[in-house]
């Protein structure tokens, strides 16, 4: 045994009252996510494609002197060129300024239907839950109902209805798509009404609405956020499925989806005048779920690997 | 005694986004034939990696054996494939897990889940395995056995479930069971008779036994020799009674410390051992413990200390044994267990292999 | 399960008798009567066509007279097509619609299932970023850009297949690879997760314990549980299905009631809309209560009527 100088054998005891405070410093739950988040390529994929996307839905039309609503008969149906650089269609119209005008329709109503969703989810899951009870059964059975109809068939009876109009649209894509919103809402209240750090901070004689902003919106907002990310692309699928069967936005309005049913029968000879818009939609729908995946994943740490 | 298993210097290792935990970091002992063995720690000191690394059930990737050996009857399983480990799992060694509500399938009935072991490994055709089945039952002391095989998980109580367990863990006769705080899960009550099942099979049986545990109490009713773990690494390993009796490492007694016993005065308070166990991706230099040790040497924080003898078959890996070292005041609660031991050396050696 | 499916039929009648009315009250603020676009009938002849209609009834009447119809399985006429009743548009297109719709169904379950599985046995390598870059491309893709490309690629550029219309085998295959691919892509993705799930439960670890290889661990304890969820997927599926159809069909030219439907609508044929929802609206309804009673049967862990039971 090779010596040790003797007064390394001091004793000197413990050296530390605690060592829970050696662990590295530890992150916000939303600095972790965004950290899990970041990581994810194809999420990441995700958020380049729509940041393009939205800087075009911004300024692509001024990018054009085309007016995407003016017709040129005599230059209908151009392939794509210096001029017209995604081609014109049957009435000459230049689809570069209608594929960026489409982003904004689609977009606008992929935003008004998830916020909807979630103003009126979060109302109705919110009372149900905070009511709790016979009020709570009745506001749940209700959606349990409405939710047994099928959203494709309601749609298109509302379409029919009451003639193909933004609004319409929206309404008949809202009409079933807060329940799902409602019962994440109400889930996530009920569980957190009974946590103990909630019930620890009632009996601290914290009031309903500090609770709710201080511990349910933060813990809500992953659910909630994922939700909306998938309401977006299946709105911006349903004004397309719409449009193909002849129930979409009536023109001058140029969305993705009347463009796309348009461009269809015409493939053949001008293909263009399917392919932008289509792979728009397939391009937005992507991005959206990706990122929607990546959300859930970041936000899921049991799913962490 | 005949040596079943020997483990030498096991290191595994798992690749995490923080970096690699080495979760153990070279442990070395011996389980001879008909010997229980418990290895007690707390959670997350690397003993239940440690055992699930016997039968290679960890994950691999992101799990990694980086060194060492584990030899199971002068067979090394290390070497094994996943294939060759197939004809071992189950066979010769079987393993009892802590939680038995989720160790059992939720959708397939008792009796499968044992036959499946049966047709495995004694290649039984479905009427034998069935008797078999049922006889296992009876003999892990489930009632009306030829009624329960036909039902589920959930219509069995916890401890039921936790004989249903033992039965599929015992159907082929294993060599080595390991029980993996097979207790942990239970009400006080059912533990007890848990325990007693185990001892009484094994004594049957005749079959080693590896009993993971962080509950003291439950050793000294079932061990023949106890190694205590901390941060991937045995620091004290000896018979329950140089361990209970005889205590060497600060961890030990800071384990003892903190059990609650019947004759307790109320004047002896319960000890903690202070802190939480260290981040195993950067483990500390020196000694692992020392930054809880009441007991702390200068040294402890500068090199990892050697494996000291202290008899035949007590081992402690702690600096207070250097001949240099002071002598120190055991905590009031440990003092008063400790007696002389006959079998002690006169004095802690260096353990062999140790530099 | 007798009280409990009693439940769930309640519920089921309910929702029905919901969409009924509201189709019904909808459809009369539906722009103008079902005889605007022939101008100037005689007004005696009109007020024949609207007694033989039952329109001249009050409205309670006509409500309470079709809700006693759809009762007896009787969904009305067709308003532009004399002759035709919305019954004998069923009797002709639903056995069609329903031959496509189960080759997708089974199509989606089947390469679903598959790929899902292989992406979760081999998590995090090669085959799994794979089998999800599939997935999500066929989320991404509707269902009728995706026939329009398989048509004008497969059958009109290199005629594998037939461009359209019905027959045989061969005209079902396109149609139900349209169908089937965005369900395909949803059923991988679950199948993916819920096998993850499994897996990462003890008794797969107690399989493995038991000495069992991965094939027969995966076959007999983690498929089954992980396929709970997928068959709770049923009910969805068959709406996606049958809303998918009525645009693959128009594509194809599938004489099914998925294309006369589209029809009925681009004439505006209320009584033919209104007739065909309802009837979509049973089938969907009792195909998730059939699912519910499925799942119950072979989840052991859910007695059904006292709710899903700890596991």
């Not at chain 1, 054009?64 to 210096?82: H, I, V």
Request: aromatic share 10%; charged share 20%; hydrophobic share 45%.
């Amino acid at each position: 045994m090779e010596p040790i100088s003797k007064d390394r054998f001091k004793l000197v005891g413990l050296q530390q009252q605690g060592t829970d405070n050696v662990a590295k410093a530890s992150l916000t739950f939303w600095q972790d996510v965004v950290r899990r988040f970041a990581k994810n390529k194809l999420a990441m994929v995700g958020v380049v494609l729509l940041v393009i996307l939205v800087f075009m839905a911004a300024f692509g039309p001024l990018m054009t002197e085309f007016d995407y609503r003016s017709n040129d008969l005599g230059n209908k149906n151009q392939a794509p060129s210096a001029e017209h650089w995604f081609g014109t269609d049957d009435l000459g119209r230049d689809m570069f300024a209608r594929v960026w005008e489409g982003a904004r329709i689609s977009l606008f109503i992929g935003l008004a239907a998830a916020l909807i969703d979630l103003f009126i989810g979060v109302l109705w899951g919110g009372i149900a839950a905070y009511k709790g009870g016979r009020v709570d059964e009745g506001m749940m059975r209700f959606a349990d109902v409405l939710y047994g109809i099928p959203y494709l068939l309601l749609a298109i009876i509302l379409m029919v209805v009451f003639g193909q109009s933004l609004g319409t649209m929206i309404v008949a894509m809202t009409i079933t798509g807060w329940i799902n919103m409602a019962r994440i809402v109400r889930g996530q209240v009920l569980s957190l009404k009974n946590r103990e750090y909630v019930l620890a901070a009632r009996t601290l004689g914290a009031t309903m609405p500090w609770i709710m902003r201080k511990h349910l919106i933060p813990n809500a907002m992953g659910p909630i956020l994922i939700t909306m990310t998938l309401t977006i692309p299946s709105a911006i699928f349903t004004e397309s499925f719409l449009s193909y069967l002849g129930l979409g936005l009536t023109p001058p309005i140029a969305s993705w989806g009347t463009m796309a049913s348009d461009g269809l029968p015409a493939l053949k000879y001008y293909p263009w005048r399917l392919f932008f818009p289509a792979i728009m939609i397939c391009v937005t729908i992507f991005s959206f779920n990706v990122i929607g995946d990546g959300l859930r994943d970041a936000l899921d740490p049991k799913m962490r690997k | 005694m005949e040596k079943l298993l020997e483990v030498k210097d096991l290191c595994v290792s798992f690749g995490t986004h923080g970096g690699e935990v080495q979760a153990v970091r070279g442990i070395s002992f011996d389980l001879y034939k008909g010997e229980t063995l418990a290895i007690v720690g707390e959670s997350g000191s690397g003993k239940s990696v440690a055992s699930q690394t016997i039968m290679k059930l960890i994950p691999m990737p992101p799990g990694k054996i980086t060194n060492g050996e584990i030899l199971f009857d002068g067979d090394d399983l290390v070497k094994k494939t996943d294939k060759q480990m197939e004809k071992v799992r189950g066979k010769d060694i079987s393993m009892i897990f802590q939680d038995p509500m989720t160790s059992l399938n939720p959708t397939m009935k008792i009796g499968p889940q044992i036959m499946e072991v049966l047709k495995k490994h004694q290649k039984l055709s479905g009427s034998v395995a069935k008797e078999r089945t049922i006889e296992l039952l009876r003999l892990v002391g489930i009632p009306m056995p030829e009624k329960r095989i036909n039902q589920y998980a959930h219509e069995f109580s916890g401890g039921m479930r936790q004989r249903a367990m033992i039965a599929i863990a015992l159907a082929a006769n294993p060599r080595l069971l390991i029980a993996d705080e097979p207790t942990t899960a239970l009400d006080v009550t059912i533990q007890s008779q848990i325990l007693e099942l185990i001892k009484d099979l094994q004594q049957k049986i005749g079959m080693s036994v590896i009993f993971i545990t962080h509950d003291l109490g439950v050793v000294a009713n079932v061990a023949d020799r106890v190694a205590v773990m901390y941060a991937g690494q045995i620091v004290e390993v000896g018979t329950v009674d140089e361990i209970f009796y005889d205590p060497r490492h600060p961890y030990t007694w800071g384990l003892l410390a903190s059990m609650p016993s019947l004759d307790m005065t109320d004047k002896a308070e319960l000890l903690d051992i202070p802190g939480t166990p260290p981040d195993l991706t950067n483990p500390p230099k020196g000694d692992a413990f020392a930054p809880r040790n009441r007991y702390a040497l200068a040294i402890d924080f500068e090199e990892e200390p050697p494996m000291f003898q202290v008899s035949e078959t007590h081992y402690a890996k702690t600096w207070l044994l250097h001949p240099d070292a002071p002598k120190v005041e055991l905590p009031e609660q440990v003092k008063r267990r400790v007696r002389k031991l006959a079998a002690s050396f006169d004095k802690p050696v260096l353990a062999e292999g140790e530099a | 399960m007798v009280k409990y499916i009693g439940r769930r039929l309640l519920y089921i009648l309910l929702s029905l008798w919901l969409i009924i009315t509201a189709t019904f009250f909808l459809m009369r603020l539906a722009p103008g009567n079902p005889f605007t676009s022939e101008k100037q009938l005689p007004p005696e002849i009109k007020a024949n066509l609207l007694a033989h209609y039952g329109l001249d009834q009050p409205w309670y009447a006509q409500y309470g007279d079709y809700l006693l119809k759809v009762l007896q399985w009787d969904f009305g006429p067709s308003f532009k097509y004399k002759s035709q009743t919305v019954n004998d548009l069923i009797n002709t297109g639903f056995p069609v619609s329903l031959v496509l719709g189960l080759e997708a169904i089974f199509l989606a379950l089947a390469v679903g299932v598959i790929l899902g599985v292989i992406a979760a046995l081999k998590h995090n390598r090669w085959q799994d970023y794979t089998a999800m870059i599939i997935a999500v491309a066929g989320i991404s893709v509707p269902s009728f850009i995706m026939a329009t490309v398989l048509q004008y690629v497969l059958a009109i550029k290199f005629g594998i297949f037939p461009v359209a219309r019905w027959g045989t085998f061969m005209h079902t295959v396109l149609p139900a690879i349209a169908l089937a691919s965005t369900p395909t892509a949803f059923i991988a993705r679950l199948t993916r997760s819920s096998m993850l799930e499994v897996l990462s439960n003890d008794y797969i670890k107690t399989a493995k314990a038991k000495g069992l290889s991965e094939f027969m661990i995966t076959i007999k304890h983690t498929l089954r549980n992980a396929l709970l969820p997928v068959v709770s997927y049923m009910g969805p599926l068959s709406a996606g299905v049958i809303t998918g159809s009525f645009v693959i069909e128009r594509i194809f030219g599938i004489p099914g009631l998925g294309s006369h439907f589209v029809v009925s609508i681009g004439n505006r044929d209320y009584t033919v809309i209104m007739g065909v929802t309802v009837f979509y609206s049973i089938i969907l309804l009792f195909s998730v209560l059939l699912v519910d009673i499925l799942y119950g049967l072979i989840d052991p862990r859910i007695k059904l009527g006292r709710g899903k039971k700890g596991a």
